[in-house]
């Protein structure tokens, strides 16, 4: 069986990395205006990058929970079967054992030099203005996709959303684009689909099931029911 999962903030809140939208979130310590659009790191270049520096560190200190340990074991046992597009910018799949991760927002751990193009592993701060490792330009910039910019490997992701027997989606409000549309296309090329959420989302009532649970307890609760276990 082919499964797409999709995955947002809500998977990793129980590692204490926060969600944008739930109460405390970190929209709203910041408008979004404010810190994810190009306009404002045109703006205020040193705000966007400060805010970035803080969540690369608080994102540093958080563990993967049971939901992305689940996810690496069913990726195990599914291979190139299982694929993880998430909108996180955090590692947390990664350092759970996941590698078939696309993460279609960008990474906190990298960074894009707006000279020359060069993705690297974010050497120091961005705050500090570090030179470009491979360039030495001083022109680095938080490799994360804002409102208003192209998401990553969109065609990747339709590939696979066209071909998948079961659509999953994660811990997401179904409040941003193009991500919340995913469901429409698994819809439409004949796949299932399955939202695990702690709440009804935005875009609940177009899966086919909606099961209500913090990650951690419904992520390992389905998995082992793939699994046959
Ligand atoms: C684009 C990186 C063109 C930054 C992010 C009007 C209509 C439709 C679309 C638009 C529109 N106006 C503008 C747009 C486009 C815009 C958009 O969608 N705006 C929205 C606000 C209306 N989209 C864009 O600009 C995108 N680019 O459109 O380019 C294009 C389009 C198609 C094809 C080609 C070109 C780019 C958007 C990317 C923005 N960057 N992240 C950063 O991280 O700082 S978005 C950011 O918020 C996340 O990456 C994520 O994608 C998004 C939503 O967050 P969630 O992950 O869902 O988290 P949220 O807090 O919202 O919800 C938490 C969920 O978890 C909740 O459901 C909660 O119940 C649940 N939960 C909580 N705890 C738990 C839990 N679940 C389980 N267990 C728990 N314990």
Redesign the pocket.
């Given at each position: 069986m082919r499964i797409v999962v999709l995955t947002?903030?809500?998977?990793s809140?129980?590692s204490g990395v926060p969600?944008?939208?739930?109460a405390g979130?970190l929209w709203e310590g910041h408008r979004v205006e404010d810190?994810?659009t190009p306009e404002a790191f045109a703006r205020d270049p040193r705000t966007v990058q400060r805010f970035?520096d803080a969540?690369r560190h608080a994102a540093s200190l958080a563990e993967p929970n049971p939901a992305h340990d689940a996810l690496a074991r069913l990726e195990d046992a599914l291979g190139d079967d299982l694929l993880i597009v998430t909108?996180?910018?955090d590692e947390l799949h990664e350092r759970a054992g996941s590698s078939r991760v696309v993460h279609m927002?960008?990474r906190l751990a990298s960074a894009l030099c707006q000279a020359c193009g060069a993705r690297v592993p974010v050497p120091a701060d961005l705050a500090g203005d570090p030179a470009c490792p491979v360039c030495g330009e001083r022109a680095l910039r938080p490799d994360?996709?804002?409102?208003?910019?192209?998401?990553y490997e969109?065609d990747r992701i339709d590939l696979a959303l066209a071909s998948c027997d079961l659509f999953v989606a994660?811990?997401?409000?179904?409040?941003?684009?193009?991500?919340?549309g995913f469901v429409r296309t698994a819809t439409e090329f004949g796949a299932s689909t399955l939202e695990?959420?702690?709440?009804g989302?935005e875009v609940s009532p177009l899966f086919d099931e909606v099961r209500v649970g913090?990650?951690?307890v419904v992520v390992p609760a389905w998995v082992d029911e793939v699994l046959g276990r």
């Amino acid at each position: 069986m082919r499964i797409v999962v999709l995955t947002g903030a809500g998977i990793s809140a129980e590692s204490g990395v926060p969600t944008f939208r739930d109460a405390g979130g970190l929209w709203e310590g910041h408008r979004v205006e404010d810190v994810a659009t190009p306009e404002a790191f045109a703006r205020d270049p040193r705000t966007v990058q400060r805010f970035y520096d803080a969540r690369r560190h608080a994102a540093s200190l958080a563990e993967p929970n049971p939901a992305h340990d689940a996810l690496a074991r069913l990726e195990d046992a599914l291979g190139d079967d299982l694929l993880i597009v998430t909108q996180n910018v955090d590692e947390l799949h990664e350092r759970a054992g996941s590698s078939r991760v696309v993460h279609m927002h960008g990474r906190l751990a990298s960074a894009l030099c707006q000279a020359c193009g060069a993705r690297v592993p974010v050497p120091a701060d961005l705050a500090g203005d570090p030179a470009c490792p491979v360039c030495g330009e001083r022109a680095l910039r938080p490799d994360i996709v804002w409102f208003g910019e192209m998401p990553y490997e969109l065609d990747r992701i339709d590939l696979a959303l066209a071909s998948c027997d079961l659509f999953v989606a994660i811990g997401t409000s179904g409040a941003v684009y193009p991500a919340a549309g995913f469901v429409r296309t698994a819809t439409e090329f004949g796949a299932s689909t399955l939202e695990l959420n702690l709440a009804g989302s935005e875009v609940s009532p177009l899966f086919d099931e909606v099961r209500v649970g913090p990650a951690s307890v419904v992520v390992p609760a389905w998995v082992d029911e793939v699994l046959g276990r």
